[in-house]
């Protein structure tokens, strides 16, 4: 661990998409929360990339961000393939740099173009302990994980995943790391409240429908095409277009007829959450870790494109219960009709279904990933214990 009386340096690499700033954040605040019984206490740095959501996202949470050059990985073989060594080398060097002012006792990725470059840095370097190398946590967020997490965790003292089962070598189901607004929330205690917040009525079904924060236009086309048969089943709705999306509308409902609430983005998804009774959405990690930590339900539509992890991603929750899939190309206004409108006026059908999900559901999972980082750090004994 970190030299007498120095706080345990912990470096976090997790930039690019949400998908790693996410988990990467609640960690950090996870650990924060234990800083005060760390003897020293704990630095919490992240590294990102100028280009990546974390230049905005990371320093609004109040954390130190450094930034290193970022590292792309064609999925396919491309000439620019030919330019990874030496961009890679270079991101490398500079991220051993920054390892070595900020003391690393442990460095923790969560994959993608930050990931790679601060594995291979904290390998090669020496740490204040005079071993050799900084030890590595990797966390993988998706079922199929994708190239630096599959390198990373060659040399990882541990490797965390958040579904059972992805095929990383001593792969441990720890969970997806949430907000603490996510995974302690009550949502039938906040119900009335958060109805009320979207204009929503107190007691009638409703459904959720959300494509990412930018919108799903398969997703917005065939719900807004079943307004009406949603309408006249009693079903409300609340609908995250996404900002771009303009175009998709719902005439205004009559007085007395159930509420159909677009919007164009979701600044506050555990009140969306607590006020949904079914949500219809894509299935990216953090979507359907967020869905299963909170016991809502859901239709899951898969993205069409890249390598199907968000089918594998949704196959536990759906598997257990807690969901249904429908593939992109077969979703249709005609596919909600049929499907979701007499599930959602189906109290205990629902009921069971939110039971389900709430049992594959991880809501501790920044706590466990927390353990393992500070006892790979050598800051904490088995179960956390500082």
Known sequence: M?????????????????GHIEPMLALADALLRRAGAVPGGIRITCLGTARGMETRLVPARGYDLRLIPPVPLPRRPTLDLLRVPGRLIGAVRETR????????????????YVALPAYLAARGRRGRSERSGTPVVVHEQNALPGLANRIGARIAARVAVTVPGTPLRRAEH??????TAISSLDRPARRAEARAAFGLDADRPTLLVFGGSQGA??????????????????????HARGPKNTDVTVPARAAGQAPYVVVDYLERMDLA?????????RAGAVTVA??????????????PIGNGEQRRNALPVVDAGGGVLVEDAELS????????????TEPSALAAYAAHAAAVGVPDADE??????LEVAGAAGPGGAP
């Open 97 to 112: 740099g920054l390892l070595d002012d900020l003391g690393a006792d442990v460095v923790v990725g969560f994959g993608g």
């Open 368 to 373: 466990r990933l927390a353990d393992i980082v």
């Open 217 to 238: 236009a398969s997703l917005n086309r065939a719900a807004a095409g079943v307004a009406d048969a949603l309408t006249a089943a009693g079903i409300q709705v609340l």
């Open 2 to 18: 970190s030299a007498a009386g120095g706080p345990v340096g912990v470096v976090l690499a997790g930039g690019g998409t949400g």
């Open 333 to 344: 206004s005609g596919w909600i009709a049929e499907h979701l409108v007499p599930l959602l």
């Open 273 to 281: 959450y607590a006020a949904a009774d079914l949500a219809l959405c």
């Open 290 to 303: 967020e869905l299963s930590a909170v016991g809502l339900p859901a239709a899951f539509v898969p993205l």
């Open 174 to 179: 720890v969970g997806m790391p949430l907000r």
